[in-house]
């Protein structure tokens, strides 16, 4: 993004930042469906070659067509403590969220991990602040409008991945689909996104920033809210629809944030500021995944406990339900004694799937409802820029006087 803002004018850079972002948001969208094609004709393990021939190809056409160094000299040397203990800090933090469910939230090794990661990240703000080569310049942050486009950037990350999870774990685990099938579900979405972020480019360049990005939150909003209502009968082109809404959402939001979050920092701020605010969408990916998974896990038990709780002689649903079943096996076939075990185990996997609809639905909620919040440092990153455009307005006039 340094060079998009070197080598195009500011009233291009929305565009450019809008054909940028395809690659951004279409490679979730068709990497799923790869993927899934991997699994189905080989298995796991081979989708990990998968970013071997990208890098490659882009390693070759990254030394034929990008820039050389602009500045002359020697370069600058490298904040190796401040990438140790972000490293350090990323680590043990997102393998402390990512095993604490299965080891206990209490135990002494996921408390020993969330204290070295509280350590490191403390340790990491005090090298960035009292060094002179920073890697993470913290003067950013002092910038209101950066930060609330940051915090911005980090709910898109969190939002774009935490779906991307979401979505497909639930109609393989729930409909019964391959992992080709949930790829599949996923392709509309990409390909509306290749038509999508140019347009929004576009408009970035003419329209205020906190229009688009309010309008493409209440929209990723809005498709989270709707998607809350799936169930095992939901149709693929419905769940389809319903993730090319939200696609659409993230498009409005992608150009103009990245674009808007830029232009206010100084220019010396702005190569970090690039870096910065890539890298906080994609550590908002990286948590959004996580605690959705963690959040996942929990509200299945507790919906489990919950419709288990409703199951008793009393019930004549469920009764009726393994009655039903009883004689259904029996017409099968099965021994007397068996029947009864057969009604129960299959009450146990209804009980299951209802629970972990139920928290799929919480989950969507949840990301409705984060999306929603988000629309605060929207408007203040609004405000900042409105501010900005009547200050430098005031600035011509006056210099014109």
């Known amino acids: 993004m340094v060079l998009l803002f070197q080598v195009f004018p500011a009233n291009q850079r929305g565009a450019?930042?809008?054909?940028?972002?395809?690659?951004?948001?279409?490679?979730?969208?068709?990497?799923?469906?790869?993927?899934?094609?991997?699994?189905?004709?080989?298995?796991?393990?081979?989708?990990?070659?998968?970013?071997?021939?990208f890098a490659a190809l882009a390693i070759v056409l990254s030394n034929l067509f990008l820039p050389s160094r602009a500045e002359s000299g020697p370069r600058p040397g490298f904040d190796w403590t401040g990438m140790i203990l972000l490293c350090v800090f990323l680590g043990f933090l997102l393998n402390a969220l990512t095993n604490a469910q299965r080891e206990g939230w209490t135990s002494d090794p996921i408390l020993a991990q969330f204290a070295i990661a509280a350590l490191a990240a403390s340790g990491f703000v005090l090298w960035e602040i009292s060094t002179e080569k920073p890697m993470l310049d913290m003067r950013l942050f002092a910038?209101?409008?950066?930060?609330?486009?940051?915090?911005?950037?980090?709910?898109?990350?969190?939002?774009?991945?935490?779906?991307?999870?979401?979505?497909?774990?639930?109609?393989?685990?729930?409909?019964?689909?391959?992992?080709?099938?949930?790829?599949?579900?996923?392709?509309?979405?990409?390909?509306?996104?290749?038509?999508?972020?140019?347009?929004?480019?576009?408009?970035?360049?003419?329209?205020?920033?906190?229009?688009?990005?309010?309008?493409?939150?209440?929209?990723?909003?809005?498709?989270s809210y709707l998607t809350a209502d799936i169930d095992i009968n939901t149709s693929f082109w419905t769940l389809a629809w319903l993730t090319v809404l939200s696609r659409v959402g993230l498009g409005l939001i992608f150009p103009s944030l990245t674009a808007s979050s830029l232009k206010v920092l100084p220019a010396m701020l702005v190569a970090q500021g690039s870096g910065a605010i890539n890298f906080i969408r994609q550590l908002g990916g990286a948590f959004g995944v996580n605690l959705l998974a963690v959040f996942l896990e929990r509200r299945t038990v507790m919906h489990a406990d919950a419709f288990a709780a409703t199951q008793t002689s009393d019930n004549t649903a469920t009764i009726s339900l393994l009655n039903q079943v009883a004689g259904m096996v029996k017409a099968a076939g099965i021994p007397d004694f068996?029947?009864?075990?057969?009604?129960?185990?299959?009450?146990?996997?209804?009980?299951?799937?209802?629970?972990?609809?139920?928290?799929?639905?919480?989950?969507?909620?949840?990301?409705?409802?984060?999306?929603?919040?988000?629309?605060?440092?929207?408007?203040?990153?609004?405000?900042?820029?409105?501010?900005?455009?009547?200050?430098?307005?005031?600035?011509?006039?006056?210099?014109?006087d």
Do not use: K
């Not at 279409?26 to 094609?37: D, N, Q």
């Not at 409008?145 to 991307?164: D, E, N």
């Not at 109609?171 to 347009?199: D, K």
């Not at 409802?369 to 006056?398: K, Q």
């Open 16 to 53: 450019a930042m809008g054909i940028f972002g395809i690659g951004v948001v279409l490679a979730p969208a068709l990497g799923p469906w790869i993927g899934g094609v991997l699994i189905d004709a080989f298995n796991w393990r081979y989708v990990f070659y998968l970013g071997l021939p």
């Open 338 to 400: 068996q029947q009864l075990p057969a009604a129960m185990s299959f009450l146990a996997q209804s009980i299951a799937i209802q629970a972990n609809t139920a928290a799929f639905r919480d989950g969507f909620i949840v990301v409705a409802i984060v999306f929603a919040i988000a629309l605060l440092p929207t408007w203040l990153l609004y405000r900042a820029e409105t501010r900005r455009r009547l200050d430098a307005h005031s600035a011509s006039v006056g210099a014109t």
């Open 143 to 223: 910038q209101l409008p950066f930060a609330s486009a940051c915090l911005v950037g980090f709910i898109m990350g969190a939002g774009l991945f935490g779906s991307t999870y979401l979505v497909p774990l639930f109609v393989q685990t729930i409909q019964g689909l391959t992992p080709t099938q949930a790829g599949l579900l996923l392709m509309p979405s990409g390909f509306v996104l290749v038509l999508v972020f140019p347009i929004a480019g576009r408009m970035s360049d003419r329209l205020p920033s906190g229009w688009l990005i309010g309008s493409g939150l209440a929209i990723f909003a809005y498709s």
